[in-house]
């Protein structure tokens, strides 16, 4: 079992910074990937990026690629996700997830285990 709690999450203003963390219960962080997600009002949870066990490869969406940068520190047990020039269209409940393998997964379908979301709001 892996539980998973995000924070870092609040209102910034366009063009601002945040650091999202995730940290990890359980003994099998360090075996899982980490996938991070969101959910925008009336919009389907999409995406956003995802890291290796070793945080060697990492894969993120068009849409936040050059903006976003997602981490780990596995003594720590957290993933991060620093989100840089936000946009008033970032606004969604951000979610991180976790899978028990060695493949980047792209698709939410495949994550077993999944925080409660932190949420994000950009003003413009």
């Known amino acids: 079992q892996v539980q998973l709690v995000e924070s870092g999450g609040g209102l910034v203003q366009a063009g601002g910074s945040l650091r999202l963390s995730c940290a990890a219960s359980?003994?099998?962080?360090?075996?899982?990937?980490m996938g991070w997600f969101r959910q925008a009002p009336g919009k389907e949870r999409e995406f956003l990026a995802a890291?290796?066990?070793?945080?060697?490869?990492?894969y993120y969406a068009d849409s936040v690629k050059g903006r976003f940068t997602i981490s780990r520190d596995n003594a720590k047990n957290t993933v991060f996700l620093q989100m840089n020039s936000l946009k008033p269209e970032d606004t969604a409940v951000y979610y991180c997830?976790?899978?028990?393998?060695?493949?980047?997964?792209?698709?939410?379908?495949?994550?077993?285990?999944w925080g409660q979301g932190t949420q994000v709001t950009v003003s413009s």
């Open positions: 997830a976790a899978k028990q393998t060695t493949v980047i997964f792209t698709n939410q379908d495949l994550y077993d285990y």
């Open positions: 890291i290796s066990r070793s945080g060697g490869n990492k």
């Open positions: 359980g003994r099998t962080f360090s075996n899982s990937i």
